[in-house]
């Protein structure tokens, strides 16, 4: 099993519409919860970290489900703008100290006039 | 500004030589982090550093090196034992050891082998 998993898409949406992005990850013990956006060949840039009291950041909202282990983004009122592919990102802390980014896949969104 | 820099942005190799990618950081972040991407696979992680002259290998190690003599650098070597090494090279830091913030990311070197 992946240690993130993520539906990679594409989805392809009209603008204006909601969109909903499901990630689960393995490991229980995983700390800190990120979305990342990156563009076509570009680095990943980071979107918002992820709360288990849920977050949100204008059109954006995340949610975390430590029990089930599944991480959620929700982007309202889509623009043309947000087509690019959405990572979802999990924390761990190492053994001597230091973190560690897994990454999914990601998943691609295209939003279409 | 601070962030992160790549150089180069695009790196032609042939088979059999090693080449070195360049990542400076003037964020004074203690951590950097070297991952590589491949179509349709996420981040891999080769190598990280948490403080300035020692590293760690990560989960895709072999094939490469890396040297981290001062806090704002942190190059990767691929060298010709890496058996697939063209790829988009994506060089990271952080504040430090469980970072709230995430990684800032350099731009990224494409390197293929020609």
């Known amino acids: 099993r992946k240690e993130v998993e993520q539906d990679p898409g594409p989805f392809n949406v009209p603008e204006g519409a909601t969109v909903a992005f499901n990630c689960t990850y393995s490991?229980?013990?995983?700390?800190?919860f990120f979305w990342y956006r990156q563009d076509c060949r570009k680095e990943p840039k980071l979107l918002m970290s992820v709360y288990s009291s849920g977050n949100e950041d204008g059109r954006f909202t995340a949610q975390l489900n430590r029990a089930s282990q599944y991480i959620s983004l929700l982007i309202r009122d889509s623009k043309l703008s947000d087509s690019a592919t959405y990572l979802c990102v999990v924390t761990l802390i190492l053994t001597g100290g230091g973190n560690k980014l897994t990454f999914g896949t990601g998943t691609q969104l295209k939003v279409e006039l | 500004d601070g962030g992160i820099t790549q150089s180069p942005k695009y790196l032609f190799r042939k088979e059999g030589q090693n080449v070195t990618l360049s990542c400076e950081q003037n964020l004074n972040h203690d951590a950097m982090y070297w991952y590589r991407q491949d179509p349709g696979q996420g981040l891999r992680l080769i190598y990280y550093?948490?403080?300035?002259?020692?590293?760690q290998k990560g989960d895709i190690a072999e094939g490469y090196s890396v040297s981290r003599e001062k806090k704002e650098s942190f190059p990767l070597t691929v060298t010709s034992a890496q058996k697939n090494p063209t790829a988009f090279y994506l060089c990271?830091?952080?504040?430090?050891?469980?970072?709230?913030?995430?990684?800032?990311f350099g731009s990224g070197t494409r390197l293929t082998v020609v």
């Open positions: 490991n229980s013990a995983s700390q800190s």
């Open positions: 550093s948490q403080i300035v002259n020692d590293f």
């Open positions: 990271a830091s952080s504040i430090g050891p469980g970072s709230v913030y995430g990684y800032t």
